[in-house]
């Protein structure tokens, strides 16, 4: 620090021999210029090092100047280093004190520098300690070395700090006034609370502690049958056996891997502008749950994640865990791939150590830790053991399969065992290298701190991930079980212990009960670290089973509003996957299969609206995917669902401990007008009127469903009046709406054609010389197709595609304008007789695309690209590659509520789900890509023939029959018909009882003991 005013100081009045501004500063470090300059002497006031000067040059000088490169050259943490003075020279004078450069710099307040703006002028106590000091000759023993974390002040945490010393089993506490309790969590809370003069809450009732360890263990809500069996349950051992019974469900393992996510960063794609899919991500997701749900020992659990590629005994399921370190952002266009490597290993860094460690690591990327006992060396040792992995390419940022050694995987692995030296970089800059980093553990635990040994002979790795996960496993390492057990802790109260669960660091919030959380890192280490012991622990005891009300709440908000105490239990909000999977759950539309791809939600046209590719980039999933649970959604870290963001989703840019909790009013508008939430309603109100006729029924069914219980009278009387109320309006609405448009589902095959053009109804131009000017829609909707530019009329062939008329076109500039709006809905069918003469690149049959008109992205067309592959659509784009494209053939898409397909002469080449919605309203044209001017189809077209839904397989096939007789095209093979399904009662319109019934169901939904757990 000390040389980063020396060119302030050399524009002084020269007080110092030779210039040095270093003399003058030591001077005033050791306390020989009073506040006011004078020389004061005190030689006869004795000075203690270790007591009084070691603290003071660690708080104020060491974090400048120590290591190998201290500031200024001038190293105060040796004796020698002292009197060696700095670049400018010595910076003593203990003949003649006054003109030590050192403390006249510290009495002018010149040093420590600035932060920030701020001046950090020392006090004149300690101005006048080192004055003292000095005064006796500035002693300092010959062997003593300062260590700038050597010991915790108020400015930042030592080696000693609480969190690094080792975990030591506490002895239960006694209690004054209660009975010994049977669980050991209980003596530490209630012994915290009888200093205070406090009172627990009183137990909670048997409902409320189902509903809540339902939520806790499983993320859902348990039916009003499984409640009342319990409580009819009396035997002494019904509690753990209910706790028993959902540890062993899968859904356990889907609940608790959802917060494991949330430190692993974990999403499906890259992020950045690309964002691509990040493959098979999902696989280390389903490698989570499983973990959970066979209680994998943590140690192991730990050492798959960081070093699975590793082990000796390394299978394809270890390889997957190393996913964690595959999850991070990654950039396939940086600015500067040389410097992006440092980001990358900065992000590995991060997760590595604030999740398995609660440390802060990555803050001493560029210079020793501000707050914490982590030096700036520190960091590149644990850099050390990713830097031999492929940070600057490869597969999306990770290795290929051969180097895995599994296909399918999204795993992590080393280049090889001989890893290119990483340098310590001054201030983090790539190019300003210092000495190479030993590879080691951190030494923030000193009696844990060791080298890292160079890997095995014949190994195909480093070993470093191995040796880092061997080191964080050890029993004796304090931080990674009390890491853990806060963890498991925060969730089941809502906060940790330790509030700050990804920080134990100095500017971590202090723990409310330290002595219970060592005991249950105690507990957790000789339990074999099995994580389901914990839950069995924590749900058993008095202090979580409490009621959220306590008699005395109105004083005790006042005393510790934040329930630091654990005074009452914490009521807490169903946090977004919790809601939203208990929605579909009481609707009875959950489904509970576990694992495999995720799903695409749906999403709202206004929600896409900032992707530069909007409908390609997002197709939703088939309905009933997506009602599965929530830990299954696909999650795109450029297109986060906002439903789920409304509700506090965390980001998945960086390792999350805990997700903020916000009550806001956005949410209710989200309850309220979501159309996800209104289809929960409504589906729950078609159940419950199917089975229940009268309105009372239908009331306590809803009750039942959402609230778990059965309604008081007074919520009876109201539903029942609600009821009869919203009926009433729903009913008026009715008879004063239009009458309702025939669906287009229901129409003929003939009724449902919009758009029919053939080429033997074309009409010459004047010229005569067979170029088209017009062709008339035979569909009698009006949508004639015309041309008026003759250099664009395409030309007639008399005996073109099987012998009948055809219109050909050049593939450069001929296309024809279709008059109106062709569609309305998103369901269509198209058909057309088509040959192509390969045009180079993409080109269209017909198409509404219109770029000025901002339909870029949400055009519908049909078309090919350069290699014969079918786009109907940017939304799917890829429909699959035709044959033998210059022979005549036809051309079939259709769109419909379930999914959209692409045939050649009736042979399915493909199928998607349903296109995103398009936009229709554009001007349509056949022969090119809209208004682009290209993308121009070379060849004929003999026929198009376009329908407003999407035909049954029946229908399709009796239409493609007829048109390959005409043309003598290869005759499609007939399928036999699907019978037809029975009616879905969710697609009819609801009546207004019903509409009324739903509305009921949509106030229960958005009601606060829905919404909340207590």
């Known amino acids: 620090m000390f040389s980063k005013q020396v060119g302030r100081s050399a524009t002084r009045t020269n007080r110092l021999d030779g210039g040095s501004t270093f003399f003058r500063l030591v001077g005033i470090l050791l306390g020989f210029y009073g506040a006011a300059g004078t020389s004061v002497w005190a030689a006869d006031a004795a000075v203690d090092f270790e007591s009084e000067i070691a603290p003071l040059l660690i708080r104020r000088c060491v974090e400048c100047h120590q290591g190998s490169h201290p500031a200024g050259g001038l190293l105060l943490t040796t004796r020698q280093g002292l009197h060696a003075g700095g670049d400018s020279g010595p910076v003593l004078d203990l003949q003649h004190v006054n003109d030590s450069g050192l403390l006249q710099r510290v009495a002018d307040g010149d040093m420590p520098p600035e932060k920030q703006g701020r001046s950090q002028q020392l006090p004149d106590e300690e101005i006048q300690l080192l004055r003292r000091w000095l005064a006796n000759g500035a002693s300092w023993p010959e062997d003593r070395e300062l260590d700038y974390f050597e010991r915790t002040n108020e400015m930042r945490a030592g080696r000693d700090w609480w969190s690094l010393q080792p975990v030591v089993r506490p002895d239960l506490p006694e209690l004054e006034h209660q009975a010994p309790p049977d669980n050991p969590i209980d003596a530490f809370v209630w012994s915290k609370l009888e200093s205070e003069g406090i009172s627990p809450a009183p137990p909670a009732d048997r409902r409320t502690l189902i509903r809540r360890v339902y939520y806790d263990l499983i993320g859902l809500p348990p039916s009003e049958a499984e409640i009342e069996a319990f409580l009819a349950d009396d035997s002494p051992d019904a509690w753990p056996r209910l706790i028993d019974r959902l540890l062993e469900m899968p859904q356990y393992g889907e609940r608790w891997a959802r917060y494991w996510l949330d430190l692993a960063r974990y999403a499906d794609t ?214 853990l057990v806060n963890r498991l802790w925060q969730h089941h109260f809502g906060q940790g212990i330790v509030r700050t669960p990804n920080n134990f660091g100095f500017l971590a919030d202090p723990p409310t009960h330290p002595q219970l959380l060592d005991w249950l890192a105690a507990e957790f280490q000789s339990g074999g670290q099995r994580i389901k012991a914990m839950h069995r622990l924590i749900l058993t005891s008095q202090t979580w089973q409490q009621s959220s009300l306590h008699p005395q709440a109105e004083t005790l908000e006042r005393r510790d509003s934040t329930n630091r105490l654990l005074w009452r239990f914490t009521r807490r909000r169903l946090d977004a996957e919790a809601l939203r999977d208990s929605l579909l759950a009481v609707s009875d539309e959950l489904n509970t299969s576990v694992g495999g791809e995720a799903f695409k939600p749906t999403i709202s046209p206004e929600a896409l609206e900032g992707l530069s590719r909007k409908t390609a980039a997002w197709q939703a999933s088939p309905p009933q995917q997506q009602n599965r649970r929530s830990l299954y959604m696909y999650l795109k870290r450029g297109l986060l669902p906002p439903m789920m963001t409304a509700f506090d989703l965390c980001d998945p840019t ?30 729950l109100a078609t159940v419950i009127s199917e089975h229940f006729s009268s309105d009372q029924q239908q009331v306590r069914q809803a009750w039942s469903r959402v609230l778990q219980r059965p309604p008081s009278p007074d919520e009876m009387d109201a539903a029942l009046r609600f009821l009869a109320t919203q009926t009433q309006t729903f009913s008026e609405r009715e008879e004063s709406a239009e009458p309702p448009r025939r669906d287009p589902a229901t129409q003929t095959v003939a009724a449902a054609l919009v758009l029919h053009l053939r080429a033997d109804q074309a009409v010459d131009s004047d010229a005569g010389d067979s170029r088209i000017r017009s062709l008339p829609d035979l569909s009698q909707q009006g949508h004639e197709a015309t041309q008026q530019d003759r250099g664009s009329q395409p030309q007639l062939v008399a005996a073109g595609i099987g ?21 309305q809905g998103q369901a269509q069918t198209i058909l057309c007789v088509v040959r192509d003469d390969h045009g180079s690149g993409h080109r269209e049959v017909i198409s509404n695309w219109n770029g000025r008109a901002g339909n870029a992205g949400s055009s519908l067309f049909l078309g090919l690209t350069a290699d014969n592959t079918v786009r109907f659509s940017d939304a799917f784009s890829a429909a699959g590659k035709i044959t033998e494209p210059t022979k005549p053939f036809l051309l079939t898409a259709i769109n419909g509520p379930e999914q959209a397909s692409v045939f050649q002469n009736g042979r399915l080449l493909k199928s998607a789900p349903t296109l995103a919605r398009r936009r229709l309203d554009t001007p349509w044209v056949i022969g090119q890509q809209g208004n682009i001017d290209g993308e121009y189809w070379k060849g004929d077209i003999a026929e198009i023939r376009v329908y407003n839904r999407a035909l049954s397989d029946e229908e399709r096939q009796t239409v493609e029959l007829e048109l390959a007789k005409y043309y003598d095209l290869p005759r499609p093979t007939l399928v036999k018909a699907k019978p037809k399904p029975k009616p879905n009662p969710m697609q009819e319109p609801l009546s207004p009882q019903r509409l009324a019934l739903a509305s009921l169901c949509h106030v229960l939904m958005n009601s606060n003991e829905f919404l909340f757990v207590d």
């Open 270 to 483: 890259s992020g950045y502008e690309r964002d691509q899919e990040k493959p098979y991500a999902w696989k280390y997701r389903d490698w989570v749950v499983d973990a959970f749900n066979h209680d994998m020992p943590y140690d192991q659990f730990v050492r798959q994640q960081i070093a699975g590629d590793e082990l000796p005994d390394r299978d394809q399921q270890s390889v997957i865990a190393t996913g964690f370190l595959r999850l991070g952002t990654w950039n396939d266009e940086p600015n500067d791939s040389a410097d992006y490597q440092y980001e990358r290993l900065e992000d590995l860094v991060h997760t590595t150590s604030s999740t398995f460690l609660a440390l802060t690591v990555k803050c001493a990327r560029c210079h020793s830790h501000k707050f914490d006992a982590i030096t700036q060396e520190d960091y590149y040792r644990m850099a050390s053991a990713f830097w031999a992995g492929p940070l600057l390419g490869g597969k999306l940022g990770g290795p290929t399969a051969e180097q895995l050694g599994y296909d399918d995987v999204l795993g992590w692995t080393d280049q090889g065992p001989t890893v290119k030296p990483l340098h310590i970089l001054k201030d983090g800059e790539r190019l300003q290298p210092l000495e190479e980093v030993v590879p080691a553990s951190l030494s923030s635990i000193p009696t844990l701190e060791r080298p890292f040994d160079p890997p095995p002979s014949g190994a195909e790795t480093s070993h470093r991930r191995l040796q880092l996960a061997d080191w964080i496993t050890d029993p004796r390492n304090p931080l990674t079980p009390r890491v």
């Open 654 to 683: 960086l390792s999350c401990g805990q997700r903020d909790v916000t009550i806001v009013p956005t949410q209710a508008l989200a309850m309220l007008n979501n159309r996800f939430v209104h289809d929960r309603s409504e589906r």
């Open 803 to 823: 012998g009948k008329p055809t219109l050909r076109f050049d593939g450069k500039r001929q296309f024809m304008h279709l008059a109106g709006q062709i569609l």
